[in-house]
């Protein structure tokens, strides 16, 4: 199979959806002839022209609600949000307007977004263009949040959003544009609320969200030399959550780690390490164990930053003491 | 000029508009005072000729915003009593099956797109409307709703911004009731508001809101021209509130005068002038507009008594509507 970069698998996904459907239209900042500073966009306003690759003013409220506004009346936006830390400035048009408005109309309205924006440290970005605020919004119910861990869930992740008839924000990892992966020519869509389980294991479950998946990947590679089998989950999506999967990966191995970019504290590591000791407890061997970024905002220097975020040796550690039965007494 | 209203059933039919609104809220805020009505309310009389006056010049498929203040908007774009009295009690058979209450009240069959209940949120979505009619080659125009207060948030300037670069249908109009809240307007608003509109280039007028055929005159023909795309519109209505902020801001004299409200009411309300201007041109007689008057009295009332005795929501529908697609979100 053929093997392209994420963002050529994101731009494949926007341009297959805009020629199915003339609704679907991209609006943000520096969208059109730039394609956005990762280039993920290139070659869009060409094909569809600026009626439907809409560069707008810095402002990302304005364009947010703008978006909600064109989805309740026909619409299909696909909003881009440059960064994921400038989710705080449309809060209100997301929250409060977005993800309510299907419900306070008792169902007579819809809304029909995909908000497209990044995660993701270890860039040398510093505090404000490095985070990984998919939590916030996971809280928020009337949201879907779609996080792919790889090209080929890009693709299929986008497609299925953009003819979704709710908000769905998804969070791409900026650090993996350029990461290759295999991804069908022929088209395809992955359906929300369907974890994959990308490894199967007998010894402990490691779950893993967007560039987590490929911790925990390189992490069972180094118990595998070890001898200690792990298994690999990726939920891909976080709302809808493919609890039975999850569930039945702890009942099998008994241990279980939740691997996610966003802090520790509070977060989706949290939320799924609780799901699982509520609903597996009598078949786990020890506690959940949570590893999320750590809960500093996320400095400059390379020194720090690198420490910041959850890396394979770090994951394979715990799983180590895990299996050992050493983490009982921690809990 | 585009025709306003000019013939007498045209007339008699913006008079009874504006009666419905007032008896509407007369008898919410008895529903109020006498603990009938969960939650709290924010009257709109003494605005009749804003809402009516600008309804009156739009057509079903016309898009309209409103605010926290939203009961004569969705009178005025079509709504009827008994669905609205339902609403407001927080009934089945409501608008939004009693999942909005009075602050999220619409028609959206009538090209309501909601009452929003953060003050200026809705200025993204009235624009995002306009955007739709721009988009898919439609003439539908939008108009946003919101007070003199909301004229302070930032979100107003974004999308005016984009709406006057892209020419966009939409009417942005100011309900200047003199109060923010419990604020006087001249303490929040520096400058004027409409030359905050010409600064963007967007034309803007500022009419007697008490006059509600003068209202329908300018409206008419910015509705006009906006379908022919020389839009955007900023209109400033100059209006007063009778009530208080909300129905239970009773003890106001610290923020405004008995006397001056006794001289809004009886000297400038606009069905008082409206109704004058019938008489004195021959187009109603006293009998007629009494018996009008009363049949709307009876009409509100037996939709006040259906609401009264209709039945809530089946506790069931409390995860239903928060995604489309989805009947039960947490099953």
Known sequence: ?331 | MANAKTNSEDYLRMYRQMVRIRTFEDNANQLYLSAKMPGLTHMYSGEEAVAVGICEALETRDKITSTHRGHGHCVAKGAEFKQMFCELLGKEEGYCRGKGGSMHIADQSNGNLGANAIVGGSMGIATGAAFTSKMLGRDDVAVCFFGDGATAQGLLYEVMNMAALWHLPVIYACENNGYSEYTKTEEIAAGSITDRARAFGIEAHQVDGQDVLAVNALTTDLVARARKGEGPFFIELMTYRYHGHHVGDINREYYRTKAEEKDWKENRDPIIRFRAHLITEGLATEDEIEAMNAEIAADAKAAVDYALDAKYPDQSEVDMHVYSGITHALA
């Not at chain 1, 069972?220 to 089998?229: H, M, Q, T, V, Y």
């Not at chain 1, 590591?269 to 506690?287: C, Q, V, W």
């Open chain 1, 1 to 331: 199979m053929r093997e392209i970069t994420l963002s050529q698998a994101v731009n494949e996904a926007l341009a297959e959806e805009m020629r199915r459907d003339d609704t679907v239209f991209i609006i943000g900042e520096d969208v059109a002839e730039a394609g956005t500073p990762f280039k993920v966009l290139s070659g869009l306003v060409e094909e569809f022209g600026a009626q439907r690759v809409v560069d707008t003013p810095i402002c990302e409220p304005g364009f947010m609600g703008l978006a909600v506004g064109a989805a309740m009346t026909g619409t299909r936006p696909v909003v881009d949000l440059m960064f994921g830390d400038f989710i705080f400035l449309i809060m209100d048009q997301l929250c409060n307007q977005a993800a309510k408005t299907h419900y306070m109309s008792g169902g007579k309205l819809s809304v029909p977004l995909v908000l497209r924006t990044n995660m993701g440290a270890t860039r040398r970005s510093a505090a404000q263009h490095s985070q990984s605020l998919h939590a916030l919004v996971a809280h928020i119910p009337g949201l879907k949040v779609a996080m792919p861990s790889s090209a080929y869930e890009a693709k299929g992740l986008m497609k299925t959003a953009i003819r979704d008839n709710n908000p769905v924000v998804i969070f791409e990892d900026k650090l993996m544009y350029q990461d290759k992966a295999p991804v069908p020519e022929e088209e395809y869509l992955i359906p929300f609320g369907v974890a994959n389980i990308k490894r199967e294991g007998t010894d402990i479950t490691l779950i893993g969200t967007s560039s987590m998946v490929q911790v925990c990947e390189k992490a069972a590679d180094i118990l595998a030399a070890e001898g200690i089998s792990a298994e690999v989950i990726d939920p891909r999506t976080i709302v809808p959550l493919d609890e039975a999967t999850l569930l039945a990966s702890a009942r099998k191995t008994s241990r279980v780690i939740v691997v996610d970019e966003g802090h520790q504290s509070y977060g989706v590591t949290g939320e799924i390490a609780s799901r699982i000791n509520e609903k597996a407890f009598y078949h786990l061997d020890a506690p959940v164990l949570r590893m999320g970024a750590m809960d500093v905002p996320i400095p400059f220097s390379p020194a720090l930053e690198d420490i910041t975020v959850p890396t394979p040796e770090g994951v394979a550690a715990k799983a180590r003491m895990l299996v050992a039965g050493e983490m009982i007494d921690a809990a």
